[in-house]
């Protein structure tokens, strides 16, 4: 058993998530972030990858205080989970995540992460241990499950994405793709990682809805995972 997980990603016209130097870049505007808000606040939990915390510092809280509300008469905490996929443990201790906002936080970590940094990221987050070399996305989305996390979002890095939809994870996808090119052959984009060589083992999507937005479209995918279908 695992949560039911939604990738939402903003990625340029040619298909990257920001610079080839990592930095951050603004592809969409008010109303995508009004709708991503809107769909953290329907989850039980948020996920990134250690790269997008080390590069963006996001806290991941839920902006709108009208929703804050609905979750609490909802008998939910202010904000869901907040979750860092992180092998070597190297999370920052001030790191946005960690303090901005009440609620769990959750970092998970491979047997590579020093016993060191692993208590000191326990004072602030609970740490979850899942994997050898890196963290075994399957085991730690079955302890999520385990902690009553069901409805599961991930907002990146693309690193953690691919990671993710190879294993078989994802069961939606929502991208909104902006009006802007970066370019850049080391730019990272929304699945990174060793990528696949022949057609049969491409991952194929159902488009649920391709919707004009702002200067750009908001396409809603279900992922066909193999096995499943």
């Not at 340029?12 to 808000?37: C, H, M, N, W, Y």
């Not at 609620?103 to 004072?123: F, P």
């Amino acid at each position: 058993m695992r949560p039911y997980v939604i990738v939402n990603v903003a990625v340029s016209a040619d298909g990257k998530l920001s610079t080839r130097e990592r930095r951050q870049v603004k592809i969409s505007g008010k109303d995508d972030f009004d709708r991503v808000d809107e769909l953290k606040a329907g989850c039980d939990a948020i996920m990134v990858g250690i790269g997008t915390v080390l590069a963006d510092d996001p806290s991941l809280t839920v902006k709108s205080d009208a929703r804050i509300d609905a979750r609490a008469r909802n008998g939910k905490p202010e904000h869901p989970v907040r979750i860092v996929v992180d092998s070597k443990g190297r999370t920052p201790p001030d790191a946005k995540i960690l303090h901005k906002g009440p609620g769990l936080r959750i970092i998970a970590v491979s047997d590579m992460a020093s016993e060191g940094d692993v208590t000191a990221l326990k004072q602030h987050a609970k740490v979850i241990h899942a994997g050898g070399e890196f963290v075994d996305l399957l085991i730690l989305l079955e302890k999520l499950h385990e902690l009553g996390i069901n409805r599961l979002m991930v907002e990146g890095g693309g690193t953690l994405i691919w990671g993710l939809l190879s294993a078989g994870l994802v069961d939606e996808l929502l991208v909104f793709v902006g009006n802007i090119i970066i370019g850049g052959k080391d730019a990272p984009t929304l699945a990174d990682g060793t990528g696949y060589i022949y057609e049969p083992d491409f991952i194929s999507l159902e488009l649920v809805h391709a919707l004009p937005m702002e200067e750009g479209v908001l396409i809603h995918w279900k992922v066909k995972n193999k096995g499943s279908e």
